[in-house]
């Protein structure tokens, strides 16, 4: 199972910014997806998930301003973010919790993508 992001860059505060991961590989299903920030020095945090059945999740610094979706047929997640923040700077990584039918009795796996570097100057 892979997780491959793109769409992160350099932007301006207050411009917006798109990520998609897309999931490929050995899959059954795919549970909950998600969108994780790691600043430098800083652990990973949860950005904004979203369950199989489409029920979003946001950290509060981002709510209002940040939009999670999924499309489970292509098997992917995007991030729309927006009003970009100099804090919200650092490297977005994908997550997903795939049953894949190589792993023993289909349990779910979180798999990461290899991150995406978002910079947002003030």
């Known amino acids: 199972v892979q997780l491959v992001e793109s769409g992160g860059g350099l932007v301006q505060a207050g411009g917006s910014l798109r990520l998609s991961c897309v999931v490929s590989g050995s899959i059954f299903s795919i549970n909950d997806m998600g969108w994780y920030r790691q600043a430098p020095g800083k652990q990973r945090d949860m950005v904004a998930t979203i369950t199989g059945g489409g029920k979003p999740d946001y950290a509060d610094s981002v709510k209002g301003r940040f939009t999670i979706s999924r499309d489970n047929v292509k098997k992917t997640v995007s991030l729309q973010m927006n009003s970009l923040k100099p804090e919200d700077t650092g490297v977005y990584y994908c997550?997903?919790?795939?049953?894949?039918?190589?792993?023993?009795?289909?349990?779910?796996?979180?798999?990461w993508g290899q991150g995406t570097q978002v910079t947002v100057s003030s």
């Open positions: 997550g997903a919790d795939v049953r894949s039918p190589d792993v023993k009795d289909y349990a779910p796996v979180r798999y």
